[in-house]
Antibody
Framework: QVQLVQSGAEVKKPGASVKVSCKAS????????MHWVRQAPGQGPEWMGW????????NYAQEFQGRVTMTGDTSISTAYMELTSLTSDDTATYYC???????????WGQGTLVTVSS | EIVLTQSPGTLSLSPGERATLSCRAS???????LAWYQQKPGQAPRLLIY???SRATGIPDRFSGSGSGTDFTLTIGRLEPEDFAVYYC?????????FGQGTKVEIK
């Protein structure tokens, strides 16, 4: 069965960076785009961008341009999202989600809580 | 950027009642690439509807989606206890792939 398992919660200081992993299993990792979505406490989801695991191509939301990097390691079927220059506004749960090719995001990771606090 | 506005913010209903949720886009959604998700506390969103009206795998037929262009609707035919949650719409036809702010369906 398809599973996306993310790395554990992180606590970071302002100005630091965080790298969240998302290990895929149960399907061919390179066959589907992987998206990253974050959700601040009590807020709606916010799309951050996507990774094409096959080509390594990416597309980032303008809000995160210059601060986010999405990569993948096909040898271990794992996607990564790194966010730099963290501020308290980056405190949120970060999700990876599989793109079912123009049919929405059908599988999601369990979420990784990133807390930014001095 | 396409802004999605969901209404109402909160819907207070009893089990067995019908729920109608609205999602309005600031501009036309390409090819009706509009999805609906359900989210319960502490859980990731769950895909219910894609392409405005197609149910995702395993989704009960009491969930139905309709609409095109800028106006979309999610209908829950008869609310079951497990349906009380927050619902989000998302457009995925244009980058950035935006979400609405959500409608909470709560027990009356």
């Amino acid at each position: 069965q398809v599973q996306l398992v993310q790395s554990g919660a992180e606590v970071k200081k302002p100005g630091a960076s965080v790298k969240v992993s998302c290990k895929a299993s149960g399907y061919k990792f390179t066959a589907y785009y992987m998206h990253w979505v974050r959700q601040a406490p009590g807020q709606g989801p916010e799309w951050m961008g996507w990774l094409n695991p096959d080509s390594g191509g990416t597309n980032y939301a303008q809000e995160f341009q210059g601060r986010v990097t999405m990569t993948g390691d096909t040898s271990i079927s794992t996607a990564y999202m790194e966010l730099t220059s963290l501020t308290s506004d980056d405190t949120a749960t970060y999700y990876c989600a599989r793109d079912l090719g123009l049919r929405g995001f059908d599988y999601w990771g369990q979420g990784t809580l990133v807390t930014v606090s001095s | 950027e396409i802004v999605l506005t969901q209404s109402p913010g909160t819907l207070s209903l009893s089990p067995g009642e019908r729920a109608t949720l609205s999602c309005r886009a600031s501009q036309s959604v390409s090819n009706s690439y509009l999805a609906w998700y359900q989210q319960k506390p502490g859980q990731a969103p769950r895909l219910l509807i894609y392409g405005a009206s197609s149910r995702a795998t395993g989704i009960p037929d009491r969930f139905s989606g309709s609409g095109s262009g800028t106006d979309f609707t999610l209908t829950i035919g008869r609310l079951e206890p497990e349906d009380f949650a927050v619902y989000y719409c998302q457009q995925y036809g244009t980058s950035p792939r935006t979400f609405g702010q959500g409608t909470k369906v709560e027990i009356k």
